[in-house]
Structure formats: structure tokens, C-alpha cells
């Protein structure tokens, strides 16, 4: 059974920092990308950034460019996404996800049950 665990979510204040980290099992997926989407509320989930296993190719969302770092730990089958200088505006459930295209997000096959992000301003 194929499983995206996401953990890490909380409530920060505006200009701190959050891991977020998602555990992946039961499939191999060194042909996917992984990817760290989110959705706020009553607005559409949208990419935040995406990874390949092998690391030689990431993507960002502008919005959180220079911001958000995407890293894995092969060994673990885990992603993480690194979140600095936050903003109220980054609050939202975040979702990770295992899929063939990087930025379309309807080629995502796999998800997470998502983590909520909450940043106070």
C-alpha cells in the first residue's frame, strides 16, 4: 500500500521557520518527482515546488523562491521542505505528493493526507 505521511505542520509567526517532512512507502519512487503542493482556504491547491530523487532537478513556485528549500533523504524515502522567512500569506494545508510531471499537478498519482500551516502575522 502506497502511503505520503506529512508531519511537521504548526503555527509560527510571521519570519520564522518550519520542516516539513513527508515519509513515502510502499512503492519504489525513484521515477517520480515528489512535490510539496498547498491549498488555503477557499482557494485552489496549487505547486509549491517539486524534486526529483536524484536532486539534479528541482522547480519553485516564484512565490516561494529563495524562501523554500525541497531536500530528500534516499535512504529514508523522505522529502523535506524547508520554510523560511514566512508569511502570513503561506498559510495553508500543505500536501505531498508523488508525480511524473513536475509542475502538473494532475499528473500527481499519490498524495499525503496534508499538514496545516499556520503563520500569524
Known amino acids: 500500500q502506497v502511503q505520503l505521511v506529512e508531519s511537521g505542520g504548526g503555527l509560527v509567526q510571521a519570519g520564522g521557520s518550519l520542516r516539513l517532512s513527508c515519509a513515502a512507502s510502499?512503492?519504489?519512487?525513484?521515477?517520480?518527482?515528489m512535490g510539496w503542493f498547498r491549498q488555503a482556504p477557499g482557494k485552489e491547491r496549487e505547486f509549491v515546488g517539486a524534486t526529483n530523487w536524484s536532486g539534479t532537478s528541482t522547480f519553485y513556485a516564484d512565490s516561494v523562491k529563495g524562501r523554500f528549500t525541497i531536500s530528500r533523504d534516499n535512504a529514508k524515502n523522505t522529502v523535506y521542505l524547508q520554510m523560511n522567512s514566512l508569511k502570513p500569506e503561506d498559510t495553508a494545508v500543505y500536501y505531498c505528493a508523488a508525480g511524473r510531471i513536475a509542475t502538473t499537478q494532475s499528473s500527481y498519482d499519490y498524495w499525503g493526507q496534508g499538514t496545516q500551516v499556520t503563520v500569524s502575522s
Open positions: 510502499g512503492r519504489t519512487f525513484s521515477s517520480y518527482y
